[in-house]
């Protein structure tokens, strides 16, 4: 079975872009969740989408959002980018009760200059 | 307001011996604990999962304890080989919570030769 996909692996911007973000879950998950990664602030929750609908939000700014697809493929937005958006980003599929294990896949690493 | 703590940032341990990872949670809602492990510039890998209704967990060289008065687990891996050093973090989940997890700071595991 593959394995959860994100697109691009790397990524470079500057200030005031916006950036699109995909993930591609493991095959019959429903549930896609992303997550923010930075040295200071450890793995931060983001949101999560199920079935289309965003189910979960974190506390993040509104420039942070996402949809999913009837594929159960999911997108993340950033607009606005500011540096302090530099992370990894990591998306993570799961069957999409609260005891099911999260598969991650391999995040997109966002630098903002 | 960090909800799961891992209070120790790194650990160093011979080949062969235990290696063992601490994680405590404050909030009583958690009732399923993850851990992952990481390697840089990857997304965290599942390792194993405990609900509040066990008090262990195993699955080959590795052992989740649980102890939910205390609101504290532990991660142990026997015997520790080199390929196990990596950054390893726990997570929480609750009924109310859905798919969002909640991660520890994570602990650098180095395991010597």
């Known amino acids: 079975k593959a394995g959860v996909t994100q697109t691009p692996r790397y990524l470079i911007k500057t200030r005031g872009q916006q950036v699109t973000l995909s993930c591609s879950p493991i095959s019959g998950h429903r549930s896609v969740s992303w997550y923010q990664q930075t040295p200071g602030q450890g793995l931060q929750f983001l949101f999560e989408?199920?079935?289309?609908?965003?189910?979960n939000k974190g506390n993040f700014p509104g420039r942070f959002s996402g949809r999913q697809f009837s594929n159960s493929r999911s997108e993340m937005n950033v607009s606005t980018l500011e540096l302090g958006d530099s992370a990894l980003y990591l998306c993570a599929s799961s069957g999409g009760t609260s005891y099911n294990e999260q598969f991650f896949g391999p995040g997109t690493r966002l630098t903002v200059l | 307001d960090q909800q799961v703590k891992q209070n120790s940032p790194s650990l160093s341990v011979q080949e062969g011996r235990i290696s063992i990872l601490n994680c405590d949670y404050t909030n009583s809602m958690f009732d399923y604990f993850l851990w992952y492990k990481k390697y840089p510039a990857e997304g965290p890998t599942f390792l194993i999962s405990i609900s509040s209704i066990k008090d262990k967990n195993e699955d080959g060289r590795f052992t989740v304890f649980l102890n939910k008065s205390a609101k504290h687990l532990s991660l142990h891996i026997v015997p520790s080989q080199p390929g196990d050093s990596a950054v390893y973090f726990c997570a929480a989940s609750g009924e109310t919570s859905g798919s969002r997890l909640t991660f520890g700071e994570g602990t650098q595991l180095t395991v010597n030769p």
């Open positions: 989408y199920f079935s289309e609908t965003q189910r």
